[in-house]
């Protein structure tokens, strides 16, 4: 089943009111709350908050969008303990500071290192730990990023997939081939390059991804709008009725 969501950070600007009412008119049924703005690590009354707001608008926390780095010494314990307190099935983190070609072999390894450690806090809370698919991180690269797979070694570990505006369609359509069999979730959006476009403006590629996607009847994926094209509100109803007419 994919299950349409939004990403809160596509709307830093708004609250945390706004962003679940946003979500509930759009027809969309789940949120990530984002670490940066929204939801700050540990701050109890904002944790307190999303989850009230979440459940009165009838909608569910499925992750925790951190900017926690791995590899960098940073506090893993106050995001486990923040997405454990929201409820959120699945942690967000960001596969370390560099891409994957620039990297040393130490540095991939205090990156994986800590990925387990992650894992290691999150699942006595039943949670997934998931990567960013992101550029300037060792998921740069579809290759890497199902290598990483295999070398952090834990059952709740999986990868986000979105596509990438640098790389051209064939690579993309590979690349979440590759990622299928340990993804958690997919960021929604048309880029192409640095432009950025309505959704439906590759409607096309979209419907193929989904068709991969599903590929697998018996997965649950969140599939996450995340920001729009000219960052407005209009845009995002506009985005949602693309995305929920292709899944059905």
């Known amino acids: ?16 009111e706004k962003i679940c009412a946003v979500a509930k008119k759009a027809g969309l049924s789940l949120l990530e709350w984002g670490g940066d703005i929204h939801v700050p690590p540990l701050d109890g009354d904002a944790i307190a908050d999303a989850v009230r707001l979440t459940k009165e608008a009838g909608l569910g926390i499925d992750t925790y969008g951190s900017y926690y780095r791995c590899g960098v010494g940073e506090d893993a ?123 439906d403006a590759h409607e096309k590629l979209w419907r193929e991804y989904i068709e991969i996607i599903s590929s697998d009847p018996t997965a649950n994926h969140g599939m996450f709008l995340e920001f729009t094209c000219d960052d407005s509100e209009e845009q995002l109803y506009r985005d949602a009725e693309a995305l929920l007419g292709w899944l059905g």
């Open 77 to 199: 314990g106050a995001v486990v303990r923040t997405a454990a307190s929201l409820g959120a099935k699945n942690l967000r983190v960001w596969a370390g500071p560099k891409g994957s070609a620039e990297a040393s072999a130490d540095e991939r390894a205090a990156v994986i290192r800590d990925l387990r450690a992650v894992c290691d806090l999150a699942a006595p809370h039943g949670m997934t730990v998931s990567t960013e698919c992101h550029n300037w991180t060792l998921t740069d690269d579809y290759e890497s990023a199902v290598r990483m797979v295999n070398e952090t070694g834990r059952d709740n570990f999986r990868l986000y997939w979105q596509p990438n505006q640098f790389r051209d369609e064939e690579y993309n359509r590979r690349a979440i081939r590759a990622s299928l069999p340990y993804l958690s979730n997919v960021h929604v959006f048309s880029w192409s390059g640095q432009e950025h476009y309505p959704l």
């Open 1 to 16: 089943m994919l299950i349409p969501g939004l990403v809160t950070i596509t709307f830093r600007k708004f609250g945390r």
